[in-house]
């Protein structure tokens, strides 16, 4: 009797550690999932934000237009990765010294990486830029 009151204890304390060992394992794998998944929607959200940014101008009043990349800019520079940061510095320096710079490699970065992040395939086709209206200059 006793024998068997030992085993069902035994049983009883293995599974509820058994069971405790399960959980935590699942609570934290829960939360890195969670956190990744954050960490994925605010990264596709500033891509966006910046491409958005980036490409508006033309529909942008010249006031919102610039606070609109100044934005987009100071979040490349904190979230932005090593070649997202290099070729924003290049868009920059060509911003100061001419007042105008190509943006096509930098969208098509922006792009790459929002397609990246959603899980996509890599877009295969050159983009092009359509736009009913004229230019503000």
């Known amino acids: ?5 030992v085993t069902a204890l035994l ?21 890195r999932r969670e956190r990744e998944s954050k960490r994925r929607e605010l990264i596709v959200r500033y891509l966006i934000e910046t491409y958005d940014a980036i490409a508006a101008p033309s529909f942008l009043d010249p006031k919102d237009e610039v606070q609109a990349i100044e934005r987009a800019v100071d979040r490349i520079q904190l979230l932005g990765d090593s070649e997202l940061l290099k ?4 868009f920059c320096d060509d911003l100061k010294s001419t007042g105008q710079s190509d943006t096509s490699e930098l969208m098509k ?24 209206h004229e230019l503000k200059e």
């Open 87 to 90: 070729l924003t510095k290049v």
């Open 1 to 5: 009797m006793q024998e068997t009151l």
């Open 11 to 31: 049983a009883l304390v293995s599974a509820a550690i058994g069971g405790g060992i399960v959980a935590l394992v699942n609570h934290l794998l829960t939360g």
């Open 109 to 132: 970065y922006v792009r790459s990486q929002v397609r990246r992040e959603l899980g996509l395939l890599p877009a295969s086709q050159d983009f092009t830029i359509l736009r009913f």
